[in-house]
């Protein structure tokens, strides 16, 4: 593919209104929204995940959202293979990719245009780090990266679980670290020409309030329930320790009371935003709109749009 697709990418924060300005994006200019969202993908799983309902979505088509279960394997490869596919339809029936999420993983792979050697999960190895890092602690684990990987363990916060047992995993099932299977990933240039936009707030107190209102409302939707039926049913290891869900069990166990369990899901929430602004804020070429910074919220779409306009301009 010689002509690079153009493509505008809505990225941030837990609870910084990406959907909603992703939607206002594709409205204006005749584009289809592409999750970027890697607990959305599960049909399942809708309250914790904050999956945009049909009146949020205002009519615009939205991609890769409910299409796996909880029992399938699905890993950062399948995503940027289906992205990769959704992109081009996209592109080839006139209209604009709308990039939205905030699994920065999943945007940078999909975007850098990374290529995956065929390296499959192994559930019952996952299982295992997960459950020694239940007993013995997320140090503890990051602990075991840093003697077989530390260029990974560099690259990786300790409380990221899933991304500290996936390179554990890596390195147990085919004997090379993430980082040296990460050297061979990028052959080819990307083939997208990319307007970023990060939604987020100024002041981190007001992100953390969004973020304590949301789950309030989440709780009187029901995620308890959605919980549960992730804590009673066997399903994958990587839709098991979704945030939203995960900080649950300790109360299913007996092992804290509900309240405790809120207070650990509100602090989790807060600590994985602060994670998501941290691998975000790598990329120079992100356009940030502070919400806090717009006297009125819909100026934020204004100069969304402005920015977009000037990047069309451009081409």
């Keep these: 593919m010689d002509e690079k697709i153009p493509l505008v990418a809505v990225i941030g924060p837990t609870a910084s209104g990406k959907t909603g300005l992703a939607v206002k994006i594709a409205e204006k200019f005749g584009g289809e929204v592409v999750s970027a969202d890697s607990m959305q993908i599960y049909s399942e799983l809708t309250i914790g995940t904050a999956k945009p309902t049909e009146k949020e979505m205002c009519g615009i088509k939205h991609h890769l959202i409910g299409h796996k279960s909880v029992d399938e394997i699905y890993s950062v490869a399948d995503y940027v293979e289906e992205a990769k596919k959704i992109i081009e339809d996209i592109r080839s029936r006139g209209k604009l990719p709308v990039l939205c999420g905030g699994t920065g993983l999943y945007v940078d792979s999909l975007l850098s245009n990374t290529e995956f050697s065929e390296i499959k999960s192994d559930c019952e190895i996952r299982k295992k780090f997960f459950e020694f890092a239940e007993k013995n602690g997320n140090e503890a684990l990051f602990e075991k990266l840093k003697a077989v990987d530390p260029i990974s363990a560099s690259k990786i916060h300790a409380n990221n679980l899933s991304r500290v047992v996936r390179a554990l ?124 910074e717009f006297e009125n919220p819909e100026d934020i779409y204004s100069k969304a749009f402005e920015i977009i306009n000037d990047f069309m301009e451009k081409k």
């Design 169 to 292: 995993e890596v390195f147990e099932i085919t004997g090379k670290t993430m980082s040296e299977h990460q050297k061979d990933s990028h052959p080819n240039p990307s083939i997208y020409d990319v307007c970023y936009i990060g939604t987020n707030f100024s002041d981190r107190e007001k992100l953390y309030q969004r973020i304590e209102q949301r789950i309030d409302e989440m709780l009187e939707e029901g995620v308890e329930a959605e919980a549960r039926f992730l804590f009673e049913h066997n399903g994958t290891c990587t839709a098991a320790q979704a945030i939203g869900y995960k900080e649950f069990y300790p109360y299913f166990r007996g092992e804290m009371s509900r309240e405790e369990a809120i207070d650990l899901l509100k602090k989790e929430t807060r600590h994985y935003a602060k994670r998501q602004l941290t691998w975000f804020r790598r990329n120079e070429k992100i356009n940030w709109l502070n919400r806090d």
